[in-house]
């Protein structure tokens, strides 16, 4: 299994300078800029990057859906070697080519333009600071943290709207390796890329009438203490919550999704389970239930620390 998670989303974008800043209030690092293609690079801790291109962009494939939105994503490989041995294993695939020795480029049956390459993020040390729960105290003489900002450690997952869900998610197992962790009946899928890894890396929707399209992006950070500061920086700087805070009872995260003007949502999360080869996936109905245990709509004011209700505006 080669693939082992994400690199690089690339992003067509209506409005640069607007989502220029929502970048650096997400908490993401400004890593360069190109004045000649007018691109925006922004980088999480371990170098996953963000790129923001103009939506007329002819550095960018044809969008799969209109408006700012994702045009390509890139996956990181193991090796040289694995990535040589992809490279046989896409040929012939729709939109393949390759770019270097280091690097190709095929479409999925979605319409979303994928790269590969060897993998180039580095491992991030962080202090965490530990919970105590009944019978397992791990924290003894500390307060735990309160954060004013999320710092996003990596791009965790994204999730796609499909029209062609059993097509698509042949293509990743079949083609990718990527491993199923949890299904909701005959409506979306859950993948991990690793057989040993978190939850998921990539969430295929399939909704009634819904074509393909960007649902949201998932950056992992430390905690939930960091899952609430962030929301509430986004919030202090004016960007609106989708949802959140709240916790996915199917993968167990607290998540946290902003409104982006990239296209979709950006999502903090944390505390996703983590599988191995001795799950087995389990299949239940879509509903609210089992896609939230609890969730705060519209988000929580920086300034009185309460939930904001429907008729006000952020």
Same mark, same amino acid.
């Given at each position: 299994?080669?693939?082992?998670? %994400? ?8 409005? =640069?300078?607007?989502?220029? &800043?929502?970048? #650096?209030?997400?908490?993401? #690092?400004? *890593? ?26 002819? !550095? ?8 700012? +939105?994702?045009?390509?994503? +890139?996956?990181?490989?193991?090796? &040289? ?16 080519? *390759? ?22 993020? &580095? ?41 062609? =869900? ?13 491993? $199923?962790?949890?299904?909701? +009946? ?33 950056? +992992? $950070? ?10 509430? *920086? ?8 989708? %949802? ?22 950006? !999502? ?14 389990? !299949? ?5 239930? #089992?896609?939230?245990?609890?969730? $705060? ?18």
């Amino acid at each position: 299994m080669s693939v082992i998670g %994400i690199e690089k989303m690339e992003f067509g974008v209506e409005d =640069l300078s607007t989502c220029e &800043k929502f970048m #650096t209030d997400f908490g993401l #690092t400004p *890593a360069g800029q190109d004045s000649l293609h007018r691109t925006r690079t922004f980088n999480t801790l371990s170098g996953a990057s963000v790129v923001l291109h103009p939506h007329d962009s002819a !550095e960018l494939p044809a969008a799969f859906e209109s408006g700012s +939105t994702l045009r390509r994503m +890139t996956w990181g490989v193991k090796s &040289k070697v694995e990535l040589a041995e992809l490279r046989q294993k896409l040929a012939g695939t729709p939109g393949f080519k *390759a770019i270097s020795d280091g690097e190709i480029e095929c479409r999925d049956p979605n319409g979303m333009t994928l790269r590969f390459i060897e993998q180039q993020q &580095k491992k991030v040390v962080l202090p965490i600071s530990p919970i105590n729960q009944w019978g397992d105290v791990r924290r003894v003489d500390e307060a735990s943290p309160v954060y004013d900002k999320a710092s996003p450690i990596n791009i965790g997952h994204v999730v796609f709207f499909v029209q062609e =869900l059993e097509a698509t998610e042949r293509f990743y197992c079949e083609v990718l390796g990527f491993q $199923v962790s949890d299904r909701y +009946t005959g409506r979306a899928v859950f993948l991990r890329a690793e057989v040993r890894g978190v939850h998921h890396n990539l969430f295929l929707l399939k909704i009634p009438n819904r074509k393909p399209g960007l649902n949201h992006v998932a950056f +992992t $950070v430390r905690d939930i203490h960091e899952v609430i500061g962030g929301g509430l *920086a986004m919030n202090r700087h004016h960007w609106s919550t989708f %949802i959140g805070p709240g916790r996915h009872p199917i993968s167990s995260a607290y998540f946290w999704y902003v409104n982006s003007p990239t296209g979709g949502a950006f !999502e903090y999360y944390t505390n996703d389970d983590y599988l191995t080869e001795n799950w087995r996936p389990r !299949e239940m109905e879509h509903s609210v239930t #089992t896609f939230t245990e609890w969730a $705060v709509e519209g988000g929580i004011d920086y300034d009185t620390r309460r939930q904001i209700k429907k008729s006000e505006t952020v």
